[in-house]
């Protein structure tokens, strides 16, 4: 793994405020309307990607997660103004705004989805392995998926399989506390997760989610021993969500005293105390590093209010690759 | 009658048999504590315990499974599915379980069971998300499959669906939940496979069912303003359907629209107008038009939407067109 230098924490501070506001800005939005749909945010639990695209090799692995994956892409390499189009429905978008809010995807920059069915997406990430072993390339799959989505049958089956035939992947189960308004404990015989793999004889263990160098370590390990033929490994990072499951949420489930006692060990705070401590920057950086994640938010909005919904037409281009495919018509 | 929400329907109606049959449980993702995702069983944690109102993993196949078990082995279970689209994770056990243990074990088990949850679309969610199964479960023999419109039918068709001794399929919609309707105060029960005359009308026949039959009232509403009198049939069970009640219907008026939020291709809409070319061919004053959702993934943009999903005016389309105008 590369050091953990000043670059990489101001960097980290950047990235994940950035997320954060953009999450924010997506929420605000979303209450006048202008993003419809289920809205999944990220904010609490953006060390968990920070570390691991520390970790990563961008120019050969891969990444795939759920349907809260507004921010990932962007951490891959993803313009944010796309992402913002797609949820906005326009077709700027992503995905020319056909996917929306669970589905962002980027082909060129390896994120493969944007996955909106619990535990689709295990077998999904199993399967980029798969290719990549298959065509002998050296690149490694970070799959992953929630507490709640460890409790589907596809990650038993995948995981075996992953086992079987060493695939290069690395399961990463985000563990916020909960799935919806159920915890952990209420759906669990045994809530420690990372265990799961043991059946299996995966590799496996717990990660602080919370703080992006315990992170980016353990997501090194695992991704070198992908990358040597070692096969998966499965980790469960406990971490934390902030909002609500989506936006409809009243989270009678928990108390605000625990949202904020989570608040007190928060990534970015975490990684700003550090910046402060080593003098990595003077208070005066770091506002302007705050101004411009202010004004490149910003810039998504204007540019998603400005781009066009696509045309009606659309509708039929992107079912099936034969261009003259005969749909039935639906109506007059 | 007393006026109450359509999510409020349904948990009168599994309270209400839960009451007198302690055989029946419900079960289902975020249905006791959190009241359900919907909110259509807020209340029946308390009422029942969590022996009777049990929450479960995010694991479908398990325990739907788990729940088909269960009932052939005396109880009588209702799964909730947060939606049909999760469903299809467990559909294994539906289909080859569910739907066939009676036949195959020579009719010494039955599966009374209940499998209920909102399908079809709701709003911008995308292709995963708004999918119309009734057409695939009511493909499949063995199953019954009720999609009701207005809380009095989802009240007494899902006491109907509990009381009954084979597996049902039984669908909402996001949509519908905060829908408010007058349902009787005491006890009724809507039997399955009878459809409703909604409106009576002379000009033309329009069937439809679930949340989109509202459009077909709006067109209804707006071609009465031009003379045209439309007679509505919500056909409110799938499997069994009432093709009598559109046959007759048809020998009156001569001529049918059907409007079903489904993909084109072998829907609902595509048995009833099998059947009522071969049962009334010589009463058909113009071909059957029938309309549904775009041959495609449901898109997430709104404007691709809109034009995806069926609306009143392609109705009234429709009928113009059956009546020639
Ligand atoms: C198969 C399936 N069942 C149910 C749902 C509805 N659903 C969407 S998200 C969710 C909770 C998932 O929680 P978790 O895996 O912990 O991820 P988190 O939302 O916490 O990121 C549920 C039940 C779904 N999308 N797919
Ligand atoms: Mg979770």
Not at chain 1, 12 to 38: H, N, S, T
Not at chain 1, 118 to 138: E, S, W
Not at chain 1, 159 to 182: D, I, R, S
Not at chain 2, 131 to 139: K, M
Request: aromatic share 10%; net charge negative.
């Amino acid at each position: 793994m590369e050091k953990i230098t000043k670059e990489v924490y101001l960097k980290w501070y950047e990235d994940m405020l950035f997320w954060r506001k953009f999450e924010d800005k997506l929420a605000a939005v979303y209450i006048q309307q202008k993003v419809r749909g289920f809205l999944h945010l990220y904010n609490g639990q953006e060390a968990v990607l920070a570390g691991a695209l520390h970790a990563m090799d961008l120019s050969k692995d891969k990444m795939i997660t759920a349907y809260r994956n507004h921010v990932q892409p962007i951490g891959m390499g993803v313009d944010p103004k796309r992402v913002m189009a797609e949820l906005y429905g326009k077709v700027t978008g992503t995905s020319q705004g056909m996917g929306g809010s669970m589905h962002i995807f980027s082909k060129e920059k390896g994120f493969y989805g944007g996955h909106g069915i619990v535990g689709g997406q295990i077998p999904l990430g199993a399967g980029l392995a798969f290719a990549d072993k298959y065509f002998k390339r050296d690149g490694v799959t970070i799959c992953y998926m929630g507490d709640g989505a460890v409790r589907q049958g596809s990650l038993h089956e995948t995981f075996n399989l992953a086992m079987l035939w060493q695939l290069p992947v690395v399961f990463v189960c985000e563990n916020n506390g909960y799935a919806m308004g159920t915890s952990v404990a209420r759906t669990s015989y045994s809530t420690e997760i990372w265990k799961l793999g043991l059946g299996y004889e995966m590799p496996c263990g717990p990660v602080d989610g919370m703080d992006p160098v315990t992170v980016a370590k353990e997501m090194s390990k695992a991704i070198e021993r992908a990358r040597s033929g070692g096969g998966p490994t499965f980790l469960e990072m406990k971490t934390y969500r902030y909002r609500g499951h989506s936006m409809s949420d009243a989270q009678h489930y928990r108390t605000k005293d625990e949202v904020e006692e989570y608040k007190k060990i928060d990534p970015i705070t975490q990684v700003l105390d550090i910046i402060k401590e080593k003098e990595y920057a003077s208070d005066d950086e770091i506002k302007t590093i705050n101004k411009r994640v202010k004004d490149k938010v910003s810039e998504c909005e204007k540019f998603a209010e400005e781009s066009e919904y696509p045309p009606i037409s659309q509708l039929y281009d992107m079912v099936y690759e034969q261009e003259d495919y005969p749909f039935l018509q639906h109506k007059l | 009658m007393k006026t109450i929400q359509f999510r409020e329907a349904i948990a009168e109606a599994m309270s209400e048999e839960m009451r007198k049959d302690e055989s029946i449980f419900l079960m289902g993702e975020e249905v006791a504590e959190y009241n359900g995702a919907y909110k259509a069983s807020k209340g029946m944690l308390d009422e029942f315990g969590p022996d009777r109102v049990i929450d479960t993993p995010i694991s479908e196949l398990g325990f739907s499974g788990i729940a088909v078990g269960s009932a052939m082995n005396g109880n009588r279970p209702i799964v909730e599915f947060m939606t049909f689209n999760f469903a299809l994770v467990g559909i294994d056990q539906i289909i080859n379980n569910a739907a066939k243990i009676r036949q195959m074990s020579g009719g010494q088990f039955n599966c009374p069971i209940v499998f209920r949850g909102p399908t079809g679309s709701a709003g911008q969610l995308a292709a995963t998300h708004s999918q119309a199964f009734e057409s695939w479960y009511a493909n499949c023999p063995g199953l019954k499959v009720v999609v009701p419109s207005n809380p009095r039918d989802a009240k007494g068709l899902l006491k109907a669906a509990i009381k009954d001794d084979d597996p049902v399929i039984f669908m909402e919609s996001e949509q519908m939940y905060g829908d408010k309707g007058e349902v009787p105060e005491g006890e009724y029960t809507i039997p399955l496979g009878v459809a409703d005359i909604v409106r009576e009308g002379s000009d033309v026949t329009i069937v439809s069912f679930g949340k989109i039959i509202k459009e077909a009232h709006k067109a209804a509403d707006e071609l009465a303003k031009e003379g045209v009198n439309c007679e509505i049939i919500d056909i409110r069970t799938v499997r069994p359907l009432d093709f009598d009640a559109i046959i007759n219907s048809v020998k009156k008026t001569n001529r049918l629209v059907i409007l079903e939020e489904a993909w084109p291709f072998g829907n609902v809409a595509t048995e009833i107008t099998y059947q009522v070319q071969s049962q009334a061919f010589d009463y058909l004053d113009a071909p059957v038009q029938k309309i549904n959702t775009a041959d495609t993934p449901a898109p997430y943009s709104p404007v691709l939407l809109a034009e995806w999903l069926p609306n009143h005016q392609d109705v009234i389309k429709a009928v113009k067109k059956v009546l020639y105008k």
